[in-house]
């Protein structure tokens, strides 16, 4: 009886700690969409990455109709031409509408945008929320200057969504939204796939009998951030759910830190396909316009 018990709690730590393994949708769209969705709920992932940008809310709409929606955490993204309250509002209608549901669990701006107030789009945000239409609200790919002005608004940011892995890791946000009890969420967990190839990391998995990726993921579960890898391939994604049954040491973890601490950001210029620049460089006053 005794040993049931351990064994009950022990599988039902295990949902726990999977559902804190996200799962990335882009670039999947169309069927592919649709069949590794369902894969990868079946497999024990709840929470599901998406964006207006990816063009898939229809296909991913049309894979979690076949489950409980309550036991999902799905996000989407506004793009930055949709700022302006009425175009956000707009933007979130037709999302719910393409993923057939009543309400997003997390809904962010998808980049910083210095050309539309941030002011009247939380607002709004804060609207939505307030409705129902939305649980919780988020900023994707802010700095630390973002986000303090961000703040100044008033208006309670639950998560943001970063680019992070062990090539690179903006210490300096992490820290700040630890302190102000943002969850974060880290964009290429797995550096694009680039990392699951990486000696360095291949080298710490060895004593875990875990592979790099499983590492890269470890590594980001393990400050307190919910990962996003995307995969299209069914063994990937069991892999990389598969990661609630180790502890990386502190030591292991501060290599890795260092590892990420001098690594680059991917940036944006006007010429890649975002056709606009990123704005991580702003000093806070550039941030955004004062209303
Ligand atoms: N907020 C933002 O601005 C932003 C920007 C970029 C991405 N995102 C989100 O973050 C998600 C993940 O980012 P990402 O797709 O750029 O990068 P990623 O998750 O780091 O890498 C995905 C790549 O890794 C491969 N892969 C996955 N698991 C693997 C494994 N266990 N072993 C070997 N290769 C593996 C995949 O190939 P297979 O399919 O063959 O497994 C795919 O090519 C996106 O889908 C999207 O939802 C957000």
């Not at 949902?15 to 882009?26: D, H, N, P, R, W």
């Not at 969850?183 to 699951?196: D, E, I, Y």
């Not at 990389?240 to 944006?268: C, P, T, V």
Request: glycine share 4%.
């Amino acid at each position: 009886m005794k040993n049931l018990k351990i064994l009950f709690f022990i599988s039902f730590f295990n949902i726990i700690a999977k559902s804190e393994v996200g799962y990335g949708t882009f670039p999947l769209k169309g069927n592919d969409c649709i069949q590794a969705i369902e894969h990868a709920i079946k497999l024990g992932y709840r929470i599901i990455d998406s964006a207006t940008r990816y063009g898939n809310l229809d296909a991913i709409g049309t894979a979690i109709a076949k489950f409980n929606r309550n036991d999902l955490f799905i996000i989407s993204k506004v793009w930055p031409d949709s700022y302006a309250p009425e175009a956000l509002r707009k933007d979130l209608f037709a999302t719910l509408e393409k993923l057939k549901t009543g309400y997003l669990d997390n809904y962010l701006l998808h980049w910083p945008y210095s050309k539309v107030a941030i002011e009247p789009t939380l607002h709004e945000m804060q609207e939505l929320k307030t409705q129902g239409l939305i649980r919780t609200i988020g900023l994707s790919n802010p700095t630390v200057n973002h986000m303090k002005r961000a703040l100044q608004c008033g208006v309670k940011i639950d998560y943001v969504q970063i680019e992070m892995h062990p090539e690179f890791c903006d210490f300096q946000l992490l820290k700040f939204c630890n302190k102000n009890s943002i969850r974060v969420q880290a964009w290429a967990p797995l550096g694009v796939g680039r990392l699951s190839r990486d000696p360095f990391l291949l080298n710490i998995g060895k004593k875990y009998n875990k592979t790099a990726a499983q590492v890269a993921l470890r590594w980001i579960v393990q400050h307190n951030c919910i990962p996003l890898p995307a995969s299209k391939n069914v063994a990937h994604m069991q892999e990389n759910i598969d990661i609630e049954n180790f502890a990386l040491s502190k030591q292991e973890m501060n290599l890795i830190n260092r590892k990420a601490r001098s690594g680059k950001r991917q940036r944006f210029t006007f010429k890649d396909p975002v056709e606009f620049a990123d704005e991580f460089d702003f000093s806070f006053e550039e941030c955004w316009p004062i209303k």
